[in-house]
């Protein structure tokens, strides 16, 4: 069964939630030991050292520290998407550093293997990082619930190419980033309207012949692919 989308310009956000599956941890922020009097006295978030552990999950309240402190200890910055048309390798940016962090951070998870190309409108964007499969709901679950903020200062156009971060469907008048799902333009000239609404943190850097060929397939009323695009798996390349 396939699920209903926003139309243009609002995206989606599916933060699923499978109570009965996936494990309940508790997150895990611990504050390490100060080695001295003035050590302790060093308040400001770059002189904070936590414990971060796989188990942590993330929510509203946490996600922000989390990925202070996860992009500082993970400064990968290039991915392979691989999907069934072929490969889209992507540039990450340092300057939008909470998204680039959530994105290498769920790579490094591997949530978006057998993710799909959900929503894709020629000459506008293709969608991705959902699915209709119940087991990319747990994976969410396990993971956690939580929204990013948008970062949209940083002088990136929504050109062709360039990966963004759609925003949540719920009540979000300050369009709150959904983490688990990304567009890439692929309209000719870009998409400048998006500017200021979405916060681009990559750009596709090879393979955007591969983009235009998903951009082209046939799709329902509510622009799923009549035939399904999958993301077979996302890995980090030098």
């Known amino acids: 069964m396939k699920y209903i989308f926003l ?14 599956s996936g494990k309940n941890t508790e997150t895990t922020l611990k504050e390490s030991p100060k080695k001295n009097k003035k050590d302790s006295l060093l308040k400001n978030e770059a002189d904070a050292e936590f414990e971060i552990k796989d188990t942590t999950k993330l929510t509203d309240k946490n996600a922000m520290e989390f990925f202070l402190i996860y992009e500082k200890k993970n400064p990968e910055n290039k991915v392979r998407i691989t999907t069934s048309f072929g490969t889209i390798d992507i540039l990450l940016f340092n300057e939008t550093k909470f998204h680039r962090a ?8 591997g949530y978006f293997n057998d993710t799909q190309f959900y929503r894709v409108i020629d000459n506008f964007i293709v969608q991705a990082g959902n699915s209709d499969n119940p087991e990319i709901a747990k994976k969410r679950y396990n993971i956690g619930k939580y929204l990013l903020p948008t970062d949209t200062k940083r002088g990136f156009k929504h050109d062709r190419g360039v990966i963004s971060m759609p925003s949540s469907e719920i009540e979000n008048p300050y369009k709150l980033a959904s983490p688990f799902e990304f567009f890439i333009v692929q309209q000719k000239g870009g998409a400048h309207h998006l500017d200021g609404d979405y916060t681009i943190f990559g750009k596709v850097i090879n393979g955007m012949d591969v983009v ?3 951009a082209e397939q046939k799709t329902d009323k509510s622009d799923w692919p009549l035939s399904n695009i999958y993301i077979e798996k996302v890995e980090i390349i030098k």
């Open 212 to 214: 235009d060929k998903i």
């Open 102 to 109: 959530n994105f290498i951070f769920l790579t490094k998870q």
């Open 7 to 20: 139309v243009l310009f609002s995206f989606i956000l599916l933060n699923c939630e499978d109570k009965q």
